[in-house]
């Protein structure tokens, strides 16, 4: 059975850095695109950073690149977002998500399999 499990989310004041991370299990995803998702109460849900099969290729919402890194350790099958510069709208349900393909999606549709989500919350 395939879990990912998201964790590192937590109360931050703005301007500060957390790192999350997305331990896969039950299958490897070294062949598959990976992305991370966020989704704020009352929005649905965004598209923040996905990363290709071999971490060659990454690409970032407008509203995050220069303040978030994606990476992926393959030998540990684990995902990472590493967000600086936090910012009180980047407040939300952070999703990590698989993709059934090697290249990058950024739509929800595009993923089969997620995570239970792990919260941040910036404080003004």
């Known amino acids: 059975q395939v879990q990912l499990v998201e964790s590192g989310g937590g109360l931050v004041q703005a301007g500060g850095s957390l790192t999350l991370s997305c331990a896969a299990s039950g299958r490897t995803f070294s062949s598959n695109a990976m992305g991370w998702f966020r989704q704020a109460p009352g929005k649905e849900r965004e598209f923040v950073a996905a990363i290709n099969w071999s971490g060659g290729d990454r690409t970032y919402t407008d509203s995050v690149k220069g303040r978030f890194t994606i990476s992926r350790d393959n030998a540990k099958n684990t995902l990472y977002l590493q967000m600086n510069t936090l910012k009180p709208e980047d407040t939300a349900v952070y999703y990590c998500?698989?993709?059934?393909?090697?290249?990058?999606?950024?739509?929800?549709?595009?993923?089969?399999?997620w995570g239970q989500g792990t919260q941040v919350t910036v404080s003004s």
């Open positions: 998500a698989v993709r059934g393909k090697a290249w990058i999606g950024r739509r929800p549709p595009e993923y089969d399999y």
